[in-house]
């Protein structure tokens, strides 16, 4: 596999995690990595290991339970609409495929706590100023002398 190639289909995967909501058709994608919409279909799935349209929906999917349980001021039908779903029955069919439960039901399991437990210890809130009461070291600013580095620049998703 070409680093070419790799490049072009992490230009899709940003394309598609910038907004997950929009309309994603393996055309519009296979045009934005300029490839044939056949050939864009096999190399998406040598390099990612999955097909673009299992992708998708599982990267809806798990934007969904995690909106689901951390967005309990939004709706269900919010949420769908948020993660590219037309109608709520459609959203509930491809969740519960996944999840085994509806949305509703998994928003209802263990909410995450909004009360920060670990924020009423004083030591702790101030900053982490001390570990079981003994006081950190203040930090020591170390001259070095000059050197050459490399580094390696990246690129897309």
Known sequence: MSIQHQNRINEVLFHIHRDISRPL??????????????HFHRLFKR??????????????MEYAANQLMFDS????LDIANRCGFSSASSFNKAF?????????TWRQ???????????????????FQSIAGQ????????????????YKRHHGY
Do not use: M, W
Not at 73 to 76: E, G, K, N, Y
Not at 135 to 147: D, G
């Open 73 to 76: 001021h939004s709706s269900v």
């Open 96 to 104: 519960n495929s996944i999840f085994h439960c509806s949305p509703t």
């Open 25 to 38: 058709s393996a055309k519009a994608l296979a045009d934005v990595a300029a490839y044939s919409e056949q």
């Open 47 to 60: 390099v990612v290991g999955e097909s673009i349209h299992q992708y998708i929906r599982r990267v809806r």
């Open 135 to 150: 006081a950190l070291p203040s930090p020591r600013i170390i001259e070095t002398p000059t050197r050459f580095v490399a």
């Open 109 to 127: 399991q263990e909410q995450p706590s909004l009360e920060k437990n670990y924020l009423k210890d004083p030591d702790v809130a101030l900053g």
